[in-house]
């Protein structure tokens, strides 16, 4: 018979945000790295939401926070799934077809 996981039994770089468990909607884990003039990592935070654009947003809200970080790439496990940009944003530039 199967089991039924929990949200930290979840394999990690899989983004689930969709299922539910439990009856509460599970955010995904992304990792944002801020990066130098030369595109090499000077910090890196974990974020965690519901949907990518979510996790885009709040890592373009922190680096208009930090004005020596000069730009974001947000992976989750092995996979780049937000490319530095080589000019700060002004804000999400993503667009969801509605």
């Known amino acids: ?7 930290g039994q ?9 299922l539910k468990f439990l009856g509460e909607i599970c955010h ?3 990792r944002c790295y801020f990066l130098n003039e030369r ?3 000077e910090a ?3 974020i965690e939401a519901h ?3 979510e996790a885009v947003d709040r890592a ?6 930090q004005s020596k970080h000069k730009a974001v790439e947000i992976w989750e496990g092995p996979n780049r799934l937000y490319p530095a940009r080589r000019k700060r944003p002004g804000r999400s530039r993503i667009f969801i077809p509605g």
């Open 44 to 46: 890196d935070e974990n």
């Open 28 to 30: 995904a884990r992304y």
């Open 51 to 53: 949907a990518l654009d």
């Open 1 to 7: 018979m199967g089991s039924l996981l929990t949200s």
């Open 39 to 41: 595109g090499r990592t």
């Open 60 to 65: 373009l809200a922190l680096l208009r926070q």
């Open 10 to 18: 979840l394999a990690f770089g899989s983004n689930f945000a969709h």
